[in-house]
């Protein structure tokens, strides 16, 4: 079966996001206020703090929309191999648990003790993964039905949830310093750690070992983001239908996208259900969704269609082993960091001042991760689940 190239590129230019955090391009925009250039690339480097979308916010929701792509090319390719469909789900069960300890192994990096939460990307992505792996075997109809019945799940138990008063001592809860995004009304059913996601994973992440007791994430994320974590997998797997099926998938995926981000935003203004990243509700899944989709068509149209390949090599490396450089990204950033001064010296990357250090040292690093998986693609060495 021919790889779609568009695929492998799309989830380096994720990666390469991913990575480009080590620059701390948000912090060092904070040295330039008066610059726009740097106040749109801060922007775009960090999340926004509730609601809205940055590209950075984008990151997330590009990999659980990929892995439902990809999921139907693999699938696929299983099954013309001769797998049996227990083969094929003993190996789906693997990938789910596994997704699931690595994502909870990085959020334990640098803890005394094993740092259990469910949101981390991998560990969120593990959680759908069944469901979405059994759903590859369905058509779009039903894939639409099981991803509208999430949705609205997870919408009725937030608004069914009481509005809770703002906390007596916020810092107690991890609600940032200074935080001034609370909803009033309706929406307040979406408040920062006073919600029913933040009120589940009170009783669910203190029935496991902890330091101290879990009060609510600094972020705000909670473990059922997963509901709607799903349908942007879902949304995922229709168009790795229509990529593999559809003699010219782009109509399909164009409307596909332009319907989700305007449903999105109808639920916004109209005052449904807010876009709210940190909490994955339903407007977020959709608007989200919708620019996963428009992204892929228009990479999918350079590479796949055009053929225009040879700007694409650098994140198809990355692509083709995206696994290893996201584990190696959170493992390393701090070991690489520091070996770069201590080797160096921190004179070398204050070449252009203090302010652009930071982003000097991460642009090394990065620059060392990719070196790293080009030499692994090279010897066709890559980390598969």
Same mark, same amino acid.
């Given at each position: 079966?021919?790889?779609?190239?568009?695929?492998?590129?799309?989830?380096?230019?994720?990666?390469?996001?991913?990575?480009? /955090?080590?620059?701390? !391009?948000?912090?060092?925009? !904070?040295?330039?206020?008066? &610059?726009?250039?740097? @106040?749109?690339?801060?922007?775009?480097?960090?999340?926004?703090?509730?609601?809205?979308?940055?590209?950075?916010?984008?990151?997330?929701?590009?990999?659980?929309?990929?892995?439902?792509?990809?999921?139907?090319?693999?699938?696929?390719?299983?099954? &013309?191999?001769?797998?049996?469909?227990?083969?094929?789900?003993?190996?789906?069960?693997?990938?789910?648990?596994?997704?699931? !300890?690595?994502?909870?192994?990085?959020?334990? $990096? *640098? /803890?005394?003790?094993?740092?259990?939460?469910? #949101?981390?990307?991998?560990? @969120?992505?593990?959680?759908? %993964?069944?469901?979405?792996?059994?759903?590859?075997?369905?058509?779009?109809?039903?894939?639409?039905?099981?991803?509208?019945?999430?949705?609205?799940?997870?919408?009725?138990?937030?608004?069914?949830?009481?509005?809770?008063?703002?906390?007596? #001592?916020?810092?107690?809860?991890?609600?940032?310093?200074?935080?001034?995004? *609370?909803?009033?009304?309706?929406?307040?059913?979406?408040?920062?750690? /006073?919600?029913?996601?933040?009120?589940? #994973?009170?009783?669910?992440?203190?029935?496991?070992?902890?330091?101290?007791?879990?009060?609510?994430?600094?972020?705000?994320?909670?473990?059922?983001?997963?509901?709607?974590?799903?349908?942007?997998?879902?949304?995922?797997?229709?168009?790795?239908?229509?990529?593999?099926?559809?003699? +010219?998938?782009?109509?399909? !995926?164009? $409307?596909?996208?332009?319907?989700?981000?305007?449903? &999105?935003?109808?639920? +916004?203004?109209?005052? $449904?259900?807010?876009?709210?990243?940190?909490?994955?509700?339903?407007?977020?899944?959709?608007?989200?969704?919708?620019?996963?989709?428009?992204?892929?068509?228009?990479?999918? %149209?350079?590479?796949?269609?055009?053929?225009? +390949?040879?700007?694409?090599?650098?994140?198809?490396?990355?692509?083709?082993?995206?696994?290893?450089?996201?584990?190696?990204?959170?493992?390393?950033?701090?070991?690489?960091?520091?070996?770069?001064?201590?080797?160096?010296?921190?004179?070398?990357?204050?070449?252009?001042?203090?302010?652009?250090?930071?982003?000097?040292?991460?642009?090394?690093?990065?620059?060392?991760?990719?070196?790293?998986?080009?030499?692994?693609?090279?010897?066709?060495?890559?980390?598969?689940?």
């Amino acid at each position: 079966m021919t790889r779609l190239s568009s695929l492998d590129v799309y989830r380096g230019i994720v990666m390469f996001l991913v990575g480009m /955090r080590l620059m701390e !391009l948000d912090e060092v925009a !904070l040295n330039f206020p008066d &610059s726009a250039v740097w @106040q749109f690339i801060g922007f775009h480097s960090s999340h926004v703090p509730w609601v809205g979308c940055s590209l950075n916010d984008l990151i997330h929701p590009s990999f659980a929309f990929l892995t439902g792509t990809a999921l139907v090319f693999s699938v696929s390719s299983r099954v &013309s191999k001769g797998q049996s469909k227990r083969s094929l789900t003993l190996h789906a069960l693997w990938r789910s648990g596994a997704l699931i !300890l690595l994502g909870i192994y990085i959020r334990s $990096i *640098d /803890r005394d003790i094993t740092n259990w939460t469910f #949101d981390e990307t991998l560990t @969120q992505t593990g959680l759908g %993964y069944m469901l979405v792996f059994a759903l590859a075997f369905c058509g779009n109809k039903t894939r639409l039905l099981w991803c509208s019945g999430l949705l609205v799940a997870h919408w009725l138990i937030f608004a069914l949830y009481p509005i809770l008063p703002p906390h007596l #001592d916020p810092t107690a809860f991890n609600v940032p310093e200074g935080w001034s995004h *609370d909803f009033t009304g309706f929406f307040a059913h979406w408040n920062h750690n /006073r919600n029913a996601g933040w009120a589940f #994973d009170l009783w669910l992440l203190n029935t496991f070992p902890r330091l101290s007791p879990y009060v609510g994430y600094l972020g705000g994320y909670t473990t059922i983001n997963v509901l709607s974590t799903i349908p942007t997998m879902i949304l995922g797997l229709m168009a790795g239908t229509w990529l593999k099926q559809t003699a +010219q998938p782009t109509k399909c !995926l164009v $409307i596909a996208g332009t319907s989700c981000i305007a449903i &999105s935003l109808a639920m +916004q203004f109209v005052g $449904i259900c807010p876009i709210v990243k940190h909490l994955w509700t339903p407007s977020w899944a959709l608007f989200s969704g919708g620019c996963c989709f428009l992204i892929l068509t228009a990479i999918h %149209y350079l590479v796949d269609v055009c053929q225009w +390949q040879r700007w694409a090599f650098p994140f198809v490396v990355v692509g083709m082993n995206s696994l290893a450089f996201y584990l190696m990204r959170h493992a390393l950033d701090i070991p690489l960091a520091d070996s770069l001064k201590q080797h160096l010296g921190t004179h070398v990357f204050r070449i252009f001042g203090d302010a652009l250090a930071p982003a000097l040292i991460g642009a090394c690093s990065l620059l060392i991760l990719w070196l790293i998986v080009l030499w692994m693609h090279r010897r066709k060495l890559y980390l598969r689940l």
